[in-house]
């Protein structure tokens, strides 16, 4: 082959390993998965899975807190998120040290966030401890109780809106540094506070970048699981973490897979939401 | 003027004040889960708690480390990280190097396959994955957990390298080619160099990604488990101490990783559009 002929194809030689591979550990499951949710034991089709998961005592609940989850934690993490993004284009000094720490959930993981949000929610943890202290309280106040959904969900969100927040930030930083300098200033001229700036200039250009955080978070949020566990115990109870009993304790690969499906559906469907709903007149990429 | 001057100090103070109410926001339940972690057994106990480690203990710590299984499960974290690294980076790299350095048909319908399998629930992969592994005898191992780690890090990885790539001089490689070098050679001394800080950025968030991962590890994993899948699995029959020591030495390390890649973090989930 020619010097050029190479050159042609050389990317493509670059690209077959990560081709090949994503080819078999993404379309590969994602068939298999659709093939154990809707196959019967004789090689039919069937919706019995179907029909398991749903009558299962666990399925309406597990649906339920997974959406209510979504709902309430989103909001909660978007706005907190902004909150940060700004704090860290806000050129403060020692920004690089904020940068630093509001970072470091993002590297925590699911369990080990769960474990810390239990150590101050549980009955002698540390905001019990806080409360006798400051004398708001005479006994433990018992937060995590099975009786106490409220509660129960509020320490979740809580616990998720610590974990999960960085991401956002992330994504919405570097979307802030895509925002040009004038329109910031231009704003000023024309005498806009510091509200105004964030209601009229900044969010309308955050666009994109918020698509995509609401994207990834909202995918993110239906496959949580750990930090419900770990928090709660089995006080709670969602779609992933019935998906993870069915397949280890009740040893259904076949509903599992049915609950995974799911899961598939619920994220495809957010995510055409969200493509559509905050469509921009030109093409933004994903 | 003295009172615009005034309310512009005064509005940088609460700036200030937000921005390390919102440091303590984040700092302060880790610091709490680290005294418990480094008090004495019996302190976790105490009621009211402590808001110090005193006095400080590696009692917790070492209690959870020589406990069944634990050390092994250290160890099953670390090398399925390891092997999730280098796979990803065998794989990663040259689909980035590509992205960041070639046009070609096709590009952006790479890019977008990419960018899209970044958010793939891990929930859908694993079940089927896990069947198909005990089909082929693969089941309970952790080289499958580390492939299995691969598909999950692999658009970052890609994302990542393109865009460290993409920040190397194209020019150095090109007068590396006019001084004698073949491109594999330009790249291998000129841009892999210039290269490595952000892959080693991208190494270490690889890492954590495959440390933290728990569903997977859980599905996949019987005998073989890493330390997440280990405390998941025991978490409603473990002591207070197993628990709160489990879940500092879980997160420990992200401590001290995120230090390092914190600027790189906006190649890794930052970039919209090209």
């Known amino acids: ?286 | 003027m003295k009172s615009a001057a005034l309310r512009r100090y005064l509005r940088r103070a609460f700036t200030y004040l937000l921005a390390i109410v919102v440091a303590l926001w984040v700092l302060a339940p880790i610091y709490l889960l680290g005294v418990a972690a480094f008090s004495e057994q019996n302190a976790i106990y105490t009621f009211p708690k402590q808001f110090v480690a005193s006095p400080f203990s590696t009692d917790t710590i070492a209690f959870f480390l020589r406990s069944t299984g634990v050390s092994k499960a250290i160890t099953n974290s670390v090398i399925v990280a390891l092997l999730t690294l280098f796979f990803t980076m065998l794989i990663g790299t040259p689909a980035g190097y590509a992205i960041a350095r070639f046009l070609f048909r096709g590009r952006d319908a790479f890019r977008l396959l990419i960018v899209s399998t970044r958010a793939f629930p891990i929930v859908i992969l694993s079940i089927p994955l896990a069947v198909s592994f005990i089909e082929w005898d693969l089941y309970d191992s952790v080289y499958s957990l580390a492939l299995m780690h691969t598909a999950l890090a692999l658009p970052f990885t890609i994302l990542t390298t393109s865009s460290v790539f993409a920040s190397v001089p194209r020019d150095l490689e090109e007068a590396a080619t006019t001084l004698g070098c073949n491109q594999f050679e330009a790249f291998l001394r000129v841009a892999l160099p210039l290269a490595l800080p952000g892959l080693a950025a991208a190494m270490l968030f690889t890492f954590v990604l495959s440390w933290n991962e728990v569903f997977a590890a859980v599905i996949l994993t019987v005998r073989n488990r890493t330390l997440p899948a280990l405390v998941l699995t025991v978490l409603d029959v473990s002591p207070t101490p197993y628990k709160f020591a489990g879940g500092f030495v879980m997160l420990a390390p992200s401590l001290v990783f995120m230090f390092f890649i914190r600027k790189y973090l906006f190649n890794l989930w930052g970039r919209v559009t090209k």
């Open chain 1, 1 to 286: 082959m020619t010097r050029r002929h190479w050159q042609q194809v050389t990317p493509y030689l670059l690209l077959l390993p990560s081709t090949i591979f994503i080819l078999i550990f993404f379309s590969y499951p994602m068939v298999e998965s659709f093939a154990l949710a809707f196959r019967a034991d004789d090689g039919g089709w069937t919706l019995k899975h179907f029909e398991a998961m749903v009558t299962d005592v666990a399925f309406v609940p597990a649906v339920c807190t997974t959406l209510l989850l979504v709902v309430i934690i989103i909001p909660v993490q978007f706005v907190l998120a902004l909150i940060m993004a700004l704090l860290i284009q806000a050129k403060l000094k020692f920004s690089s040290i904020f940068l630093y720490i509001y970072s470091i959930p993002l590297g925590i993981s699911e369990l080990a966030a769960g474990i810390v949000w239990f150590a101050l929610f549980t009955e002698r943890g540390y905001l019990n401890s806080i409360l006798i202290n400051l004398g708001l309280l005479n006994t433990p106040f018992i937060f995590l109780s099975y009786q106490n959904t409220v509660w129960l969900i509020s320490a979740v969100v809580l616990a998720e809106a610590w974990r999960a927040t960085s991401i956002v930030m992330i994504i919405l930083v570097a979307g802030l540094q895509s925002i040009p300098n004038e329109y910031l200033e231009a704003a000023d001229v024309f005498g806009a506070s510091p509200w105004d700036k964030v209601w009229r200039v900044i969010l309308p250009l955050l666009k994109p970048s918020l698509q995509v955080a609401l994207i990834l978070r909202t995918i993110l949020a239906f496959q949580v699981f750990a930090v419900v566990l770990a928090v709660t115990g089995r006080g709670l109870t969602l779609l992933a973490a019935e998906a993870y009993l069915w397949y280890n304790t009740y040893r259904n690969p076949n509903v599992a897979a049915a609950l995974a499906t799911l899961i598939m559906v619920l994220s495809i469907a957010s995510t055409m939401i969200y493509l559509w709903g905050l469509r921009t007149p030109e093409e933004q990429s994903l």
